[in-house]
C-alpha cells in the first residue's frame, strides 16, 4: 500500500525498468528529454514568487529549488554521456544533490535562468541522443556510491523519467493547491 508521503514524493512512481531496451523504446525516453524544458517552463509560468517558494510536500524542496535541481542534474548527466562515451567505463563523480538545493543559486535565483539553461542543454543533449549508436548506448559509466555500472541506454530512462518526476512534483502541488 502506498503512503501519502510515498504519493507526494513520487507521483509517477519510481523509474523501474528491466530487460534490453530497444531503439523505439530509446527514441519515446528521447522524445521525453526533448520535451521536458517546454513542459517544465510551462509549469511554472504565471507562479508568482509566494507560489515558487511553496514546497511540493512537507519537507521538500520548493518549486525554485526543483526548477533549479532539474538543471543541476541534467548537466551532471549529460556529462556522465560525454565521459563515457569518450573514456573507457569511467568512475563518475556524484554530487551531492540535497546540498546543491541549499546553495543560494537554488534558493533565491529566477527560475528563468534555469529554464534557459535547460532549453540549450537539452537541445544538444538530444542532437547528441538522436545521433548515438547502439553500440554506444551499451557504453555505460561506474557511479562509486552505489557500485553500480550503469549502462547510457537505461541512464537515458532514468533521466526522462526524472525530469517527468519533477514536473509532476509541480504539477501535482499546482493541483493541490488551485493554482491551475
Do not use: C
Not at 97 to 125: G, I, N, Y
Not at 157 to 162: D, K, L, T, V
Amino acid at each position: 500500500m502506498t503512503t501519502e508521503l510515498e504519493r507526494l514524493r513520487y507521483p509517477i512512481g519510481t523509474f523501474d525498468h528491466t530487460g534490453d531496451i530497444s531503439e523505439t523504446q530509446r527514441k519515446a525516453w528521447i522524445e521525453e528529454v526533448a520535451a521536458l524544458p517546454a513542459g517544465l517552463r510551462g509549469a511554472v509560468t504565471g507562479l508568482s514568487p509566494e507560489q515558487l517558494d511553496t514546497p511540493y510536500r512537507d519537507g521538500g524542496w520548493t518549486v525554485r529549488q526543483v526548477v533549479h535541481h532539474v538543471a543541476d542534474s541534467h548537466m551532471n548527466s549529460f556529462v556522465r554521456f560525454k565521459l563515457a562515451l569518450t573514456e573507457e567505463h569511467p568512475t563518475i563523480r556524484p554530487y551531492y544533490e540535497e546540498r546543491w538545493a541549499e546553495l543560494p543559486d537554488s534558493l533565491d535565483t529566477p527560475v528563468e535562468l534555469s529554464l534557459t539553461l535547460l532549453d540549450a542543454l537539452h537541445e544538444r543533449w538530444v542532437k547528441l541522443l538522436s545521433r548515438m549508436s547502439a553500440a554506444e548506448y551499451a557504453r555505460g559509466f561506474r557511479h562509486p556510491s552505489s557500485g553500480e555500472d550503469i549502462r547510457l541506454d537505461y541512464n537515458l530512462g532514468s533521466y526522462a523519467w526524472h525530469g517527468k518526476h519533477h514536473l509532476a512534483h509541480i504539477t501535482e502541488l499546482a493541483k493541490r493547491s488551485g493554482w491551475n
